[in-house]
């Protein structure tokens, strides 16, 4: 401790000042943080890892069983197909999000009449509860457009899209991008607005 | 001065806490009952179950019964922090049956109430595993499923309640050409597919609890090879399932929810509908007068194949680590008496799983009263794997035009790959050298 602080003194005061006992401030807003986080996140997560290697359900007796869990989880197609349908549909929606948002924000910036009504009712989506949007697509997907194929006669229209086994992931992106496409629009028009007129 | 108030506020904190954990663990109310925590969360029988419980609680002095209805995975949840309730009623399946696996509920063998179950509802308990030495859960309620129809459309085309594959075929062919529809499909809800198409398609094909068993011996070595297996044995009763799910079906059936099947067949728009008897009270709804009866899926041409599809609604299970296990097994033998019980299974169309217990008296499940009494049932296919086996979605695959061989053999993988992990449970008992 002595020889400590006869460094200090010694020292120039940048140097000082950075081997000082940091303000105790910053501990009072780091360690609850610190300690929520290793409590709620951190020691779970390395509890579940420690259970990863174990049959456990949660209750009763339990033994080890190595590697099993992880061999039976990488053998499983699903896992595989899941990932690849996850990165795919991604993709999908992220591409046609921006597409359509990026159109929909040029048309919106032109000069055109009844601009502030149409931008509100394209943003619309943005504020509807997402179990609202998933009835009524539910319902649409379901009943009217099926109607709508049987009353035009064109056969295509006529079963389902949500039935269609192949197809079905089509519906989702429609109603994921529909419900992300007002956010991207938003940002792309406060883009083009901040464009200088003459350039 | 600061340490001493500091730790004389320690003192009075960790005091508060005792006292509240104290009256928390000892369960005692103010008059000296003993309150014991009973979880039912069958929604519609709530109300029965809460008069029933007012009912003990005024008929003695010395326990207090808390009815707790917050649902299964609010149970799940307490087991785990070893908390349990102190007796509960629920749906018996693979999830519950995991308490029962690793011998987390108490032996009821001794209870009267055990006494007087019917003994042939053993084997279907145990087909979700067992605690070796132990009675860990007995069936309450017992619910009946097969095809539900309209007895009116039967009437006026004459036809009789079909008892072969061939005489199904018939009464399908005889109403297609009067112009209705046969069955009515509900295949966007998974489920509807799984339970109805799925199961009572097995059901009526092959006995249920023999081929579990086997495939669970069969392990992970179940597959093109293996004795057993879903692509060998379920391939003619999927063949079969999707004949008349392709060809006797409405042509919107893959866009049809259940609550559409319920309105749609309230108003008559198909002579057979593959549901259980919960859709009785939804069709009665639109319908109230409706004749309706049910009937086993004929799907040989064996009459002697007939079963019905059967799944234990209720069960009653006190937990190891209760504290009130007296208590709550005093409550145990009050659920049984037999006019409470038989009472229950009468207001929920279920039947009661006592020996020589009546049969309910609704004209709609009339139809599956002999099949019950001479025990010529079976629990679904689909409620007898791990929920990581998605059947339900695989079903429903299969009726909306996948390949069912595909289906099938993917099923067999889960199947070996869930069997790597764990083995399967059996209805027989366990070998010691497990």
Known sequence: MSTTSTIITQGDRTRRRSHRRVEPIYYFFLVPTLVLFTLAITVPGVIG????????????????NGLTNYIAMFSDPAILQSYL?????????????????????????????????LRTIFVIPMVISGII???????????????????????WLQTSLLANPDLAWVA???????QAIPGTMLIYIAGLLSVPGDV | MSSKSSRAVRIAASAAVLSLLGSALVGCSSDGRETIR??????????????????????????????????????????????????????YNYEVARFVQRCALSDLGGTDAAKSVREDLQPLMEQYGSCEGRTSA????????????????????????PRTWDELLQVADQLKEAGITPFYGTFKDDWTVGQGWYDYSVGG????????????????????????SFQKDFAEPMDRMLTLATDYTNDDAPSRGYGDGNLAFSKGEAAMYLQGPWAFSEIAKTAPDLELGTFPLPMTDDPDDLAVRVNMDLAAMIPEESRHKEAARDFLEYLYQPEHIEEYNASQLGFTPLEDAAAPDDPRIEG??????????????SVLVPKTIPVFNYAQAMVLGSDPDDILRTMDADWARIAFRAPAPTSQTKESAE
């Open chain 1, 133 to 155: 949007i998933a009835y009524v697509f539910n319902f649409l997907f379901s009943n009217s457009i099926p109607a709508a194929g049987a009353a035009t006669g064109i056969e």
């Open chain 1, 172 to 178: 989702i992106v429609i109603v994921t991008a529909l």
């Open chain 2, 205 to 228: 094909s092959l006995d249920v609890l023999d081929f579990f068993d086997a495939l669970a011996k069969e392990g992970t070595e179940v597959g093109p090879e293996s004795e057993v």
């Open chain 1, 49 to 64: 890892i420690f259970f990863s290697f174990t049959d456990s359900i949660g209750l009763g007796d339990w033994s080890f």
């Open chain 1, 85 to 117: 349908f996850t990165f795919g549909f991604s993709i999908a929606t992220v591409i046609v999000v921006n597409i359509v948002a990026f159109l929909l924000a040029v048309g919106l910036t032109s000069r055109i009449r009844f601009k502030t009504g």
């Open chain 2, 368 to 381: 599956m009263i002999e099949y019950y009494d001479e025990a010529r049932i079976y629990q679904g296919p």
């Open chain 2, 138 to 161: 007995l069936p309450y309620s017992v619910m009946a499923a097969s095809v539900i129809y309209n007895k009116q459309i039967f009437d006026e085309q004459g036809l009789e309640v």
């Open chain 2, 38 to 91: 009973f979880t039912f969360s069958k929604r519609e029988a709530i109300e029965f179950m809460t008069k029933l419980v007012a009912d003990y609680n005024a008929s003695q002095d010395d326990v207090r019964v808390e009815i707790d209805t917050s649902g299964v995975d609010v149970v799940s949840a307490s087991f785990v922090r070893g908390n349990p309730p102190d007796i509960m009623l629920a749906n």
